[in-house]
Nanobody
Framework: QLQIVESGGGLVQPGGSLRLSCAVSGFTLADYAMGWFRQAPGKERAWISCISGSGGPTNYADSVKGRFTISRDDAKNTVYLQMDNLKLEDTAVYYC?????????????????WGQGTQVTVSS
């Protein structure tokens, strides 16, 4: 059974850091590009980062560029999102998604499989 499970969310102060994990099962992670999206209250789900297949490029939304780092460990079937210098506006539910193929996309519609999300709250 295919499954994507995000973890690592929580409450953090502005300027702090969190590392999100996205554990996948039921499919071969190496066959998929992976993306992270987030949805803040009252807003649409927005793409923030993606990573292509092993050794491939990464991409970031301008809002997180320089602060977030996406990585993957295909041997562990896990994708990570290191989030540094967090801001109040980073508060959202963060979702991990899988897109079959090598190169990743910033388009919501390209992703076939989604996790349930993990809450990140940035507050003083």
């Amino acid at each position: 059974q295919l499954q994507i499970v995000e973890s690592g969310g929580g409450l953090v102060q502005p300027g702090g850091s969190l590392r999100l994990s996205c554990a996948v099962s039921g499919f071969t992670l190496a066959d998929y590009a992976m993306g992270w999206f987030r949805q803040a209250p009252g807003k649409e789900r927005a793409w923030i980062s993606c990573i292509s297949g092993s050794g491939g490029p990464t991409n970031y939304a301008d809002s997180v560029k320089g602060r977030f780092t996406i990585s993957r460990d295909d041997a562990k079937n896990t994708v990570y999102l290191q989030m540094d210098n967090l801001k109040l506006e980073d508060t959202a539910v963060y979702y991990c998604a899988a897109d079959y193929g090598y190169y990743c996309s910033g388009s919501f519609y390209e992703y076939e499989y989604w996790g349930q999300g993990t809450q990140v709250t940035v507050s003083s």
